[in-house]
């Protein structure tokens, strides 16, 4: 099992480009999240999704959107990017399905610089 | 004021010390997470706990409800240790401290 696979590992856009992040994950889990984490802060989450079709907001979700049509993925887009935007990305899930706290499995993270 | 707040931001041992890394919570919580951030970046969950403490290996979490505070104790630390070590707790959602950057030397 790859776990959760992330794509690309690194970007570098310049303001005003679009771009969207892949978030993919093999084990069946139901709901699934993007976090952004900024030097000196914690991960802060964007959207989240808590089944195949569903997403919802997080704390941080000005500028961006995310699609939930296959179980597996989690698309993260960036319609047009500013250079506050400039962060690590990363993706979690997790299996939600006993409707109680459960362990969050990471990918790798996405480093994206907005120039 | 950060609703998870972590101490100390930095430390540095010797190898073969008894590490603590504190977490605090100002808000209402289902559950306590510690995770443990690679140089490389990578993020790995360690402990989930509602109550009580947990223990895998060298490595002990503890949980206070009613103090809102949880410890994350490391015994005999070894130079790997070094990593970034994160609390994060379940309220509506998940919310994590800053993160405690711990270098064990050896």
């Known amino acids: 099992n790859a776990g959760v696979t992330q794509t690309p590992k690194f970007r570098v856009l310049k303001t005003g480009q679009s771009m969207t992040l892949l978030c993919a994950q093999d084990?069946?889990?139901?709901?699934m999240y993007w976090y952004r984490q900024d030097p000196g802060m914690g991960l802060r989450l964007i959207h989240y999704?808590?089944?195949?079709?569903?997403?919802a907001k997080g704390e941080v979700p000005d500028g961006y959107n995310v699609s939930r049509l296959k179980k597996q993925n989690f698309l993260l887009g960036l319609e047009s990017a500013a250079p506050s935007q400039t962060s690590v990305y990363f993706c979690?899930?997790?299996?939600?399905?006993?409707?109680?706290?459960?362990?969050?499995?990471f990918g790798p993270g996405t480093r994206l610089t907005v120039l | 004021k950060n609703e998870v707040e972590q101490s100390p931001q930095n430390l540095t041992a010797q190898e073969g010390e008894f590490i603590t890394i504190n977490c605090s919570y100002s808000?209402?919580?289902?559950?306590l997470h510690w995770l443990q951030q690679h140089p490389g970046g990578g993020i790995v969950s360690l402990f989930m706990?509602?109550?009580g403490k947990k223990k895998h290996g060298r490595l002990i979490a503890t949980i206070n409800i009613q103090e809102k505070h949880s410890s994350l104790h490391i015994t005999a630390s070894h130079p790997r240790d070094s990593a970034v070590y994160i609390c994060?707790?379940?309220?509506?959602?998940?919310?994590f401290g800053a993160g405690t950057r711990l270098t064990v030397k050896p």
């Open positions: 808000v209402g919580i289902s559950a």
């Open positions: 994060a707790v379940n309220n509506h959602d998940m919310r």
């Open positions: 979690a899930s997790s299996y939600g399905g006993s409707g109680v706290p459960d362990t969050q499995y």
């Open positions: 706990l509602s109550s």
């Open positions: 999704s808590v089944g195949e079709g569903t997403t």
């Open positions: 084990m069946n889990h139901e709901y």
